[in-house]
């Protein structure tokens, strides 16, 4: 598989940036002007695991057609698996001592562990359900849906619907997840103290690493003949059906793959901001990372990893600056960007593809499916 320039650089941006953010912070003084603070480095890495979710949506966004508007639900679910990790390993260093029963639990007077935290103090086991958790869900909602042929504006309101519910389900104190104030005051993982530099710095380390490695995950599929056939799907679905493919099943593999990498992105974010809660499968969070897609520009995979990082940047300073305009400026930049750059920065710097339904994209079009078919 070569990997073109926009690839390499995008590799090298991700990689090379945090192995500087890191060595400015672990080898220079913390006297020196040039080195980077802890919070610089805790920053850095929830925006690497927000550029984690941008990519599994435009995974299916871009390449499949599938609007989400629910991928944070899988974010939050990665997020609270490891969260029900790191709850365990806090131990009888509680505030109520309890060696089995999180604090939350203790508060609200529950004596005996829940049948689904069994496993949870095994980091092997967290991982799994990481993976498994999510991945069942998305695997079953999409069989129905895409078995339904539901599509466009429907199934993003399905999508969002989902998310909704399990945010309503997770504020409930009786399912068991620490209800409105989810968890929090983790120790630490692994045995390394999640306060100390070096513990944050390996995590934001790791992000990237991992970051990257569903970059190049995600490229494959797109370069593969799967990868063929999920664009005709996109382009031209009833074609596509009748060349013998079945469109169903390669929305349901690609969806199935995105969820687990917006899940694993969760579970890196949690020991990185230190609290998990039932906020984070809000509707809004979903929308907003698809925003943060259309502005890096869709149908890329690196275009997601730099709308992710501009934008959660411009938050950043404005939320701190003018706090009364963030939600004018993202409702804004979005309006802009379907307006003027409906292929996002990125298109400003790539050829221009053919509108949909013209002769050249319909030509494109039976190129991969005749590729595809080979």
Not at 53 to 80: E, K, M, P
Not at 93 to 122: C, E, K, Q
Not at 130 to 146: D, I, K, R
Not at 329 to 336: D, E, K, Q, S
Request: glycine share 10%.
């Amino acid at each position: 598989m070569r990997l073109d320039r926009a690839n390499i650089a995008t590799l090298s941006c991700v990689l090379g940036g945090a192995a500087v953010l890191a060595a400015m912070n672990l080898l220079i003084p913390a006297v020196s002007p040039l080195h980077v603070p802890d919070f610089v480095i805790a920053i850095a890495g929830k925006y690497l695991c927000y550029a984690i979710l941008a990519l599994a949506i435009d995974l299916v966004w871009g390449y499949a057609g599938i609007l989400t508007l629910g991928h944070a639900a899988f974010f939050a679910l990665g997020g609270y698996a490891m969260g029900m990790y790191l709850m365990r390993e806090i131990g009888a260093r509680g505030v109520y001592a309890n060696p089995t029963l999180p604090d939350f639990m203790v508060f609200i007077g529950w004596t005996h562990l829940p049948w689904y935290w069994y496993g949870f103090s095994h980091f092997w086991f967290a991982l799994a359900m990481v993976v498994v958790v999510p991945g069942t869900l998305a695997f079953v909602f999409g069989w129905f849906a895409f078995r339904s042929r539901v599509s466009g504006v429907y199934l993003s309101i399905i999508t969002q619907a989902l998310t909704y519910a399990l945010m309503l389900a997770f504020f409930r104190n009786d399912m068991g997840f620490g209800g409105n104030n989810g968890m929090t005051d983790f120790k630490d993982v692994l045995g390394f103290p999640l306060n100390r530099e070096s513990t944050e710095t390996g995590l934001m380390l790791v992000t990237a690493t991992v970051l990257s490695l569903s970059f190049l995950l995600a490229r494959a599929m797109i370069h593969s003949r799967f990868g063929k056939v999920l664009i005709a799907v996109r382009d031209a679905e009833p074609r596509t059906r009748f060349l013998g493919y079945r469109p169903e099943s390669y929305k349901l593999v690609v969806w199935t793959v995105s969820a687990i990498i917006a899940a694993i992105g969760g579970a890196l974010y949690v020991p990185q901001v230190g609290i998990i809660n039932p906020s984070e499968f809000a509707p809004g969070n979903s929308i907003e990372a698809v925003i943060w897609v259309a502005v890096g520009g869709r149908g890329t995979l690196y275009g997601a990893i730099l709308g992710a990082m501009l934008v959660n940047l411009g938050k950043t300073w404005l939320t701190s600056a003018l706090p009364e305009i963030w939600l004018f400026a993202i409702g804004g930049l979005f309006i802009v960007v379907t307006l003027f750059l409906p292929r996002g920065i990125t298109g400003l710097f790539t050829t221009r593809q053919p509108p949909k339904g013209s002769k050249q994209a319909s030509a494109a079009t039976e190129a991969s499916m005749r590729e595809a078919a080979r």
